[in-house]
């Protein structure tokens, strides 16, 4: 299977920084997108951003100008780095990769999420 490890969480003050990283790995698969969700806590898990091998990226209403995602297609890795946060912003955030085997079956994997927390 692919696996993914996602990692840079914390706790920040409102207004600063973070930067979270998701590396994926495993054999035989092809990435075709890859992603941030994440899932306040008695809320829905939600789409933050995603970005496809190729540079085209979505962002959610609620977090566009302050994040950005981006991706080192030679590494497998997925960066999410968020700016200006809000206590609204946190969550537990799970990394996700979609994409093929080299048999061209479809696979959907999720990291294990990693807490960020945004409180003064």
């Known amino acids: 299977q692919v696996q993914l490890v996602d990692s840079g969480g914390g706790l920040v003050q409102p207004g600063g920084s973070l930067r979270l990283s998701c590396a994926a790995s495993?054999?035989?698969?092809?990435?075709?997108?890859m992603g941030w969700h994440r899932q306040a806590s008695g809320k829905q898990r939600e789409l933050v951003a995603t970005i496809t091998t190729v540079g085209s990226t979505v962002y959610a209403d609620s977090v566009k100008g302050r994040f950005t995602i981006s991706r080192d297609n030679t590494k497998n890795t997925v960066y999410l780095q968020m700016n200006s946060l809000k206590p609204e912003d946190s969550a537990v955030y799970y990394c996700n990769v979609r994409g093929y085997r080299t048999n061209l079956r479809a696979f959907d994997s999720w990291g294990q999420g990693t807490q960020v927390t945004v409180s003064s």
């Open positions: 495993g054999s035989s698969f092809r990435i075709n997108v």
